[in-house]
């Protein structure tokens, strides 16, 4: 029957239909054969326990509505000749991303030994969660994916950050039932708050109900229709839905709701595009309901498996020692009647490849899930246009964050065109002081405004969302598809996001030893608002633990800065935002803050990432240091600085050497992480047996395990954060934390040995400075003119 | 007029409405007050600079909606002699809820200095946010809460915990249009889907739209409100608006919206107790849409503030400075009528006080706030029920966290009545092994239910949503409110709820320090499907970085244990379920794992936290050994003892100590952390001297961090996970990672001198094995005979 003959007018005609179910129905079989089989990948013999791997892993539940979603994917781009992008939210449902890529071809071009014949399907379904092979789950060794779906939560952010800036691009994102119940997930839905049709491409969410998680029905899968349309139309989408059991009907059913989805999506960006008014439209969203581990088993041993949480991983568990199983496996496999998918050399069959798209199309090959591919460098101005002037060290104040701000806006400026870079916050740009940013672009948003808004665009690129997941999600997609970016994020609650930076770093570490990915930007935080200065909020706000987090992960992937005032920031962030494939965590004040270094210098600095600070210290070259004050991060400095100057005044004859720690890395052994310094540049510049009194911006033992190799470690005293917060005042914070001047002062004096008398009344002194201080601030509630008005020249 | 004169039929009387207004407006004043004064608290004199507090700190523009809803829910409870508790979402208005405080009494009881007179009032100005006074947020400090608030989105988590199996308890919510933007808070609105109206109270979400966050207009509050309308339906609630910005207005359609949302709460509970049909109802929900900074400043500077993000911290920012701004703080403070609202002395006028409610009943003053006083201890059975018979060490095999399960569901089975031990866990009870629990108690649910399903309960007590951060809010709210419980959960994924648990630790710590805060139970992490079995799931899925995050905070609060066989987990568990005020995280596998010690000596180990294993070990009395194999971990002491097997084998001169780590702070300095050992206890355990190969569960240089002040510690050499992840075999995750038993054996031969010729076969025996791993698992996909076969007695 024609398509014309059918009286209901369904979209396929009975050929397209065959077609469509031959690519289904390959790729399912292609799903199974992953999990199950070591060889006899087409059955030509019967099967038989040696054909089944010894370690039966990898997630079937998913896979045969991948596979759909797959092959109606390939449907459309190639009838409509789309520029297409899928994020596979169940990405555990490795198998069938897989098998797709290897049908299109686009699997045996990235891994040519995986050839598209008998013995490549034979290698690609031993590779399978196999020692030495591939992931059981979408990872980066994936071809076309950007998204590894291991931990759920966040496709829809990524697919939106994706479609940014792109918009001639279509980015479909199925969104497991499971993932749908977490909170970056939920909160993600609205980002079509933030999606220009006009500068955007489309995402296309498709809702994927199979029912059920790991061993518990899912929440959006039990409610009521009506109650679920509701829930997505709140979301500002309007539903498709495709529900269904049988194959035939399914495919029908899919068919009409991607070309309604598409034809509203067109009608959208066409009409925004033509100058329409600017209105938020709402985007289609198909909900597919579907059996979990659809086409599987329907029972094992007397218990129902298809439709329900038994099918989440391997039905049939034990096929190698179990003859029913095995029987039951075989069934499986032949219902799908690989002898007319694939041909006698095990090639996918014409009629399997009719909806397969050519070239970079295909889902597998689009460069746009490779973006390094696309990356271009970014544009940075000159860093002296916004340079701050030092004539002496510690004579002038700045709040570097703001100073960024003009170079961020210079970025942006220089972006205009290109669109290639976005600046992403919880609702801190300002906070944060970067708002000169405004002044070149404003702050996308597309839902309501009134008079009293400022800096809002339809068409901006700073992004704000008062959600720390979606920020992150929108930014990593965005990177990984060729753009830049930088996210500014109160220091405290970027733990918010440490999962996911965890996965980002493995992604990037996984990327980096694939010959094909090429490298892509760098995933680029500026913590400011940080533990020190919480003056507003306190306790809850102070966390410097971010730095602690990600120095964990794989030392090729993660870099850390400590920028010690402006112009060192301004350097830190012009080499970051340069970098590939790094993520990079750069601290940074937002208050007032000397000013130490000029341009020039806090480039020598920061090439060197740690150095003494001639000027601040009294050591001559005639002997060496009798101490080592070191410091990293600004208010640390700035102790540091004043205790120098203390000790300067009170004991002259003390020689003491000031080491600033830019890249916290650097303290690291060589062997342990490429930045990190020899051992006898780290004995030149701390002294193998001096004592040094380390002023850390964080927790004070993460130094420790930074250089607990070092010579002189045990000479080593780290003052830093040991969660003695509140909502005080900035030097009571240093002073409750030990890190303040006084303190380190009288560190210096209990560590160096034969001070003498002089040294015991300098240490009163100090002591009763700090007295001094709880009776000021109780009774003033402002810290003492002596702190408040100190510099360094002074 | 009398309310029967109205012919609109308001709810409120004129004089009820009066006295609502006058409390509103005290409570007002009085947040107004904290944020800027000093002194002339009741505004007896003319305002002068020299009244203004220094540093002007604090939040404004959230703080008259909550003193309305706050003043609304006296009005109710007292009405209806409701016993309620309300989180407070926008925690930074802590001004707001102090001033409810001191208003109804509960502030001045607790704190018996700042009394409930003009004396008082003034210390409640001065110490806000003040030097030595009180944080600016709701916090462990303000009577009658729960929750902080100053990281967003767990308000409603928070509240359904507090809810559940609290029959007779309303717990409000009010949930800002900043915090509605995150994630947690977005996934918690199906937190419904699991609310029993039979056993658990219920929750009165109070949405407040005022607009606008730090900086941004909020994405619920630029929704059309039919949109939002099909958001919250969608989220399964009734909405009831509240909108306006004329005071008298907004108190008649607030009373309204809360009567009847409190007739339907009724409604609900009674048809549900009575035994009416099991079906989900729809709770009510208010959006309360009033301006930010609402009765604020207009404007400022001839800015708009009231109504827009510059009401959000300090309105008037230069009051000492700029005499306009005094000015206008007069006039604001004086619109409020403080003489109408205090008397003489500087109390609360009657008319003020005519909502309030008694005692208990008042929201500073619920014992449901503080939940020690509720708490009752957990009935845990005789552990003997439990524990598996060990005859000799590694003969036998259990999975640990299976027969927790057994343990688990005796306490579910010994509180079916009391109710007050809850399960939570993000779709994995079955997966982690847990699941004997069902026997005693099912999964809540309340959604609909088919054929296939099992164990689900409308009155269940295992709590199952994929979101950890659900489960730990839940929990959270469970525990703060006076009961028990246990989040069981991936060990990788538990990063998700880092920042929650960075806050649930912060609240820890400060309640501790207040007399009047009685203890909580403690929260319990069981970290299982950890980083070295990931056999389905791969590198994503490998993160033992928790302990870590964890152990970074408060040392009086977090716990860590390892333990390492099945009887150690169920003494550890006994332990930490007795335990208050602590967050004790347990990590523990699932997998089988050999059982090391009976249950009496796993006491003895338990309680030591660390200790010798003689039996493993070579080293006799007459003389110390040569080096010491410490482990901590199952699967590290499981690779410990097979080195330990293969050094009495192959070496049979050396002197082996085996010590295992149950307790990971036993490390830390007795300084440092409770459970620290003193140095000369260390110094016993792990030899001053001798070389120790520390197998360690997670990344090696946190034992180093733990350690680095030890005496021994430059010998101590340490092996753990170092990102080298992937889906492959358990023994080639140990492998890959240097943790392997062979590896082990190499590092001593390595490290003790002397040992000649034969250990230098030895070590290229076991570089051979390792050789010989990785071509068998290339071959075969699983571990070789005597990797898989390996028993200690063997």
């Known amino acids: 029957m024609r398509k014309d003959e059918h009286p209901d007018g369904v979209p396929l005609t009975d050929e397209e239909l065959s077609a469509l179910d031959a690519h289904w129905r390959a790729a399912n079989y292609l799903s199974v054969g992953q999990i199950y089989l070591m060889d006899n990948p087409l059955l030509r013999k019967p099967l038989e326990a040696a054909h089944i791997k010894p370690r039966l892993l990898g997630h079937w539940g998913t896979s045969p509505g991948l596979n759909l979603v797959y092959t109606h994917l390939n449907r459309v781009i190639r009838r409509r000749g789309l520029d297409a992008l899928c994020i596979w939210g169940p990405g555990h449902g490795g198998p069938a991303v897989l098998a797709n890529s290897w049908l299109e071809g686009s699997y045996s071009e990235t891994y040519p030994d995986v050839s598209r014949d008998e013995e490549g399907m034979s290698r690609l379904f031993r590779q399978f969660s196999f020692p030495g092979g591939v992931p059981s789950h979408v990872a980066a060794e994936t071809p076309g994916s950007i998204h590894e779906g291991g931990e759920l939560g966040y496709s829809l952010s990524h697919a939106y950050g994706a479609a940014?800036?792109?918009?001639?691009?279509?980015?479909?994102?199925?969104?497991?039932?499971?993932?749908?119940?977490?909170?970056?997930?939920?909160?993600?839905?609205?980002?079509?708050?933030?999606?220009?049709?006009?500068?955007?491409?489309?995402?296309?969410?498709?809702?994927?109900?199979?029912?059920?998680?790991?061993?518990?029905?899912?929440?959006?899968?039990?409610?009521?229709?009506?109650?679920?349309?509701?829930?997505?139309?709140?979301?500002?989408?309007?539903?498709?839905?495709?529900?269904?059991?049988?194959?035939?009907?399914?495919?029908?059913?899919?068919?009409?709701?991607m070309d309604t989805a598409l034809d509203a999506i067109r009608g959208i960006q066409q009409a925004a595009r033509e100058g329409g008014p600017a209105r938020r439209p709402r985007w289609p969203v198909i909900v597919l309901r579907t059996p979990k581990g659809w086409t599987g088993p329907q029972t094992v041993d007397g218990l129902p498996v298809e439709g329900t949480w038994r099918a989440h991983q391997v039905p049939l568990a034990a096929v190698r020692d179990n003859p029913d199983h095995l029987a039951q496996l075989e069934a499986w496999l032949r219902s799908y009647r690989p002898e007319e998918l694939f041909d006698d050399q095990g090639r996918p069959r014409a009629e399997v490849l009719a909806c397969v798209p050519q070239d970079r199309q295909r889902l597998g090959a689009t460069p746009h899930a490779n973006g390094g591919l696309l990356v271009r460098d970014l544009p940075i101005p000159a860093l002296e246009r916004f340079a701050v002037p030092v004539e002496e060290p510690g004579s002038t104040l700045h709040e570097p964050t703001r100073v960024l701000g003009d170079l961020v806006e210079g970025v942006m400026a220089a972006t205009a065109d290109r669109r290639d870079f976005r600046l992403v916050g919880p609702d801190e740009t300002a906070s944060n002081r970067l708002q000169a940013v405004y002044a070149a672009s404003g702050k996308a948003w597309q839902a309501q405004t009134t008079s009293t808004d400022e800096h809002?665009?339809?068409?901006?690129?700073?992004?704000?969302?008062?959600?720390?997941?979606?920020?992150?999600?929108?930014?990593?997609?965005?990177?990984?598809?060729?753009?830049?970016?930088?996210?500014?994020?109160?220091?405290?609650?970027?733990?918010?996001?440490?999962?996911?930076?965890?996965?980002?770093?493995?992604?990037?570490?996984?990327?980096?030893?694939?010959?094909?990915?090429?490298?892509?930007?760098?995933?680029?935080?500026?913590?400011?608002?940080?533990?020190?200065?919480?003056?507003?909020?306190?306790?809850?706000?102070?966390?410097?633990?971010?730095?602690?987090?990600?120095?964990?992960k794989s030392p090729e992937v993660v870099r850390v800065y400590l920028p010690p005032d402006t112009n060192t920031l301004l350097c830190v962030a012009d080499h970051v935002l340069r970098s590939r494939d790094y993520v990079n965590v750069v601290v940074a004040g937002k208050q007032p803050c000397f000013d130490w270094l000029t341009l020039d210098e806090a480039r020598v600095h920061c090439a060197r990432g740690a150095g003494v600070w001639e000027w601040a210290g009294t050591e001559d070259s005639t002997r060496e240091p009798d101490v080592v004050l070191a410091c990293a991060g600004d208010v640390p400095t700035h102790e540091t600085l004043a205790a120098a100057g203390l000790l300067r005044r009170h004991l002259p004859g003390l020689a003491v050497r000031v080491v600033n720690v830019v890249d916290m890395t650097r303290l690291m052994p060589q062997d342990a992480h490429p930045h990190g310094m020899a051992d006898s540049e780290f004995d030149a510049l701390f002294t193998p047996d001096k004592p040094v009194i380390f002023a850390y911006h964080g927790y004070p033992w993460l130094v420790h395990r930074l250089a607990y190799r070092r010579t002189g470690h045990a000479n080593l005293h780290v003052r830093g954060y040991k969660e003695m917060g509140t909502t005080t005042t900035p030097f009571d914070m240093v002073v409750r934390n030990d890190l303040d001047r006084y303190r380190l002062v009288m560190d210096v004096i209990d560590r160096v040995p034969g001070l003498g008398a002089r040294a015991v009344g300098v240490r009163q002194a100090m002591a009763d400075a700090r007295t001094r201080h709880h009776a000021y601030i109780r009774e003033h509630g402002t810290d003492m003119p002596e702190i408040a008005d100190w510099t360094w020249s002074g």
Request: proline letters at 5%.
């Open 164 to 257: 940014l800036d792109n918009p001639d691009l279509l980015v479909a994102c199925v969104i497991g039932d499971g993932e749908a119940e977490t909170g970056p997930l939920a909160a993600s839905w609205h980002s079509n708050k933030f999606l220009d049709p006009v500068h955007d491409g489309a995402v296309l969410p498709v809702l994927h109900l199979n029912g059920y998680k790991i061993a518990n029905p899912a929440v959006l899968a039990r409610l009521p229709e009506a109650e679920l349309d509701e829930l997505l139309r709140g979301y500002g989408h309007d539903p498709l839905h495709v529900t269904g059991d049988d194959p035939h009907q399914v495919h029908q059913a899919m068919a009409a709701a």
């Open 456 to 552: 809002l665009d339809r068409h901006g690129r700073v992004m704000e969302i008062l959600s720390e997941h979606t920020c992150q999600g929108w930014l990593e997609g965005y990177l990984l598809t060729g753009r830049h970016g930088l996210f500014s994020c109160y220091e405290a609650f970027v733990h918010i996001v440490d999962s996911m930076v965890n996965q980002h770093i493995k992604w990037l570490r996984t990327s980096r030893a694939l010959h094909w990915r090429a490298p892509v930007a760098s995933l680029n935080y500026l913590l400011t608002s940080h533990v020190w200065r919480q003056d507003h909020n306190g306790f809850s706000h102070q966390d410097p633990g971010f730095v602690d987090h990600v120095l964990n």
